[in-house]
Antibody, heavy 120, light 112 residues
Framework: QVQLVESGGDVLQPGGSLRISCAAS????????MHWVRQTPGKGLEWVAI????????YYADSVKGRFTVSRDNSRNTLYLQLNSLRAEDTAVYYC?????????????WGQGTLVTVSS | DIVMTQTPLSSPVTLGQPASISCRSS???????????LSWLHQRPGQPPRLLIY???NRFSGVPDRFSGSGAGTDFTLRINKVEADDVGVYYC?????????FGQGTKLEIK
């Protein structure tokens, strides 16, 4: 069965950096686009980024463009999100989600999430 | 960005009775490939969201047939035939027709 396990969440000060990970299993990781989505009590659910199945294309929400970088290692079945220049408003639970299929927009399975807290 | 607006934001329902949630998008969700990428998600307290419905009306794997989706263009509806205790939580609509993907504010379903 599909499993997505995020890790790496932490408490950081504004301006700090962090890399969070998502370990995937139960499906052919290298065949699917992968997404990051975050959730805050105030703003609800916010899509953050997508990386194509082969890493060739990446898209970001305007709120994180230039600060966050999505990447993947298909040999390790792992998705990453590098978070730089962190702000208080980046405080959220970060979920990874599996794309629905080649050229099929959207996602289906979600991980349990990892909490990133940005506070001075 | 496409704005997704859900109504109501809160829905108290009696067990065994039907429930309905509406979602409206600020522009048409018809993709250039002819499909409409409107999904419904359900989130129980303390859990991640899970996919219920994709492309307006297709139930995801394992989703009971009590759940149904309908609509077209900019107006969509999620219906629960007979609400069960396990259905409590927050329901979200989401569009994946265009980047950035966007979500509705969520509708909290609670039992009266």
């Amino acid at each position: 069965q599909v499993q997505l396990v995020e890790s790496g969440g932490d408490v950081l000060q504004p301006g700090g950096s962090l890399r969070i990970s998502c370990a995937a299993s139960g499906f052919t990781f290298s065949s699917y686009a992968m997404h990051w989505v975050r959730q805050t009590p105030g703003k609800g659910l916010e899509w953050v980024a997508i990386v194509w199945y082969d890493g060739s294309e990446k898209y970001y929400a305007d709120s994180v463009k230039g600060r966050f970088t999505v990447s993947r290692d298909n040999s390790r079945n792992t998705l990453y999100l590098q978070l730089n220049s962190l702000r208080a408003e980046d405080t959220a639970v970060y979920y990874c989600a599996k794309g629905r299929g080649t050229s099929i927009p959207g996602f289906d399975y979600w991980g349990q999430g990892t909490l990133v807290t940005v506070s001075s | 960005d496409i704005v997704m607006t859900q109504t109501p934001l809160s829905s108290p329902v009696t067990l065994g009775q039907p429930a309905s949630i509406s979602c409206r998008s600020s522009q048409s969700l018809v993709h250039s490939d002819g499909n409409t990428y409107l999904s419904w998600l359900h989130q129980r307290p303390g859990q991640p969201p899970r996919l219920l419905i994709y492309k307006i009306s297709n139930r995801f794997s394992g989703v009971p047939d009590r759940f149904s989706g309908s609509g077209a263009g900019t107006d969509f509806t999620l219906r629960i035939n007979k609400v069960e205790a396990d259905d409590v939580g927050v329901y979200y609509c989401m569009q994946s027709t265009q980047f950035p993907y966007t979500f509705g504010q969520g509708t909290k379903l609670e039992i009266k």
